[in-house]
T-cell receptor, first 117, second 114 residues
Framework: AQKVTQAQTEISVVEKEDVTLDCVYETRDTTYYLFWYKQPPSGELVFLIRRNSFDEQNEISGRYSWNFQKSTSSFNFTITASQVVDSAVYFCALSGFGSSNTGKLIFGQGTTLQVKP | DGGITQSPKYLFRKEGQNVTLSCEQNLNHDAMYWYRQDPGQGLRLIYYSQIVNDFQKGDIAEGYSVSREKKESFPLTVTSAQKNPTAFYLC?????????????FGSGTRLTVV
């Protein structure tokens, strides 16, 4: 069975602090995709990153960075120098790969990040 | 601009009523999905469709029904059999039916039972 766990339900930081959102996943697939989405108060999910299981390179995009560790089944997300606009719910998600895959995403429970000025 | 349109944004339902949530996409995507979001539970898959005139149950299909008569449209009906329908509903589409690639989400419909 596939499962995604985001153990942090809520995180509160002060602006300019760095914050890491944890994501641990379970899957029996050897090939899979991992995702992070941001959900601002408006409700729409905003795509942040997709990583396939073959690519364990860490990625940095501006203030965002992602640490993928296959050995520990983790795909953590760090925001450097957080800003108030980063306040949102963040979801980690998992999807299988290949002809038997249906393309459905398995989501974690989400982490609510509050950045205070 | 290409995207997914969900309507209405807010919907109120009386006990025992069926209601239909609309989802339309102009992205020419093959696959479409309906997810339900409850506080603290993330998003859970209700139904999905990989091709016109075909759809499959997701993890929480009981009390819901769908149709896929056109590629662009994937409406969700919340029936009176759904015991706790108050939730936020998100529709999504994907460019490739077998991959979670190029996923696009709508802006959601918030359903409240009154």
């Amino acid at each position: 069975a596939q499962k995604v766990t985001q153990a942090q339900t809520e995180i509160s930081v002060v602006e300019k602090e760095d914050v890491t959102l944890d994501c641990v996943y379970e899957t029996r697939d050897t090939t899979y995709y991992l995702f992070w989405y941001k959900q601002p108060p408006s409700g729409e999910l905003v795509f942040l990153i997709r990583r396939n299981s073959f690519d364990e390179q860490n990625e940095i995009s501006g203030r965002y960075s992602w640490n993928f560790q296959k050995s520990t089944s983790s795909f953590n997300f760090t925001i450097t120098a957080s800003q108030v606009v980063d306040s949102a719910v963040y979801f980690c998600a998992l999807s299988g790969f290949g002809s038997s895959n249906t393309g459905k995403l398995i989501f974690g429970q989400g982490t609510t990040l509050q950045v205070k000025p | 601009d290409g995207g997914i349109t969900q309507s209405p944004k807010y919907l109120f339902r009386k006990e025992g009523q069926n209601v239909t949530l609309s989802c339309e996409q102009n992205l020419n995507h093959d696959a479409m999905y309906w997810y339900r979001q409850d506080p603290g539970q993330g998003l859970r898959l209700i139904y999905y469709s990989q091709i016109v005139n075909d759809f499959q149950k997701g993890d929480i299909a009981e009390g819901y029904s769908v149709s896929r008569e056109k590629k662009e449209s994937f409406p969700l009906t919340v029936t009176s059999a759904q015991k706790n329908p108050t939730a936020f509903y998100l529709c999504a589409s994907s460019a490739h039916s077998g991959l979670a690639y190029g996923y696009t989400f709508g802006s959601g419909t918030r359903l409240t039972v009154v």
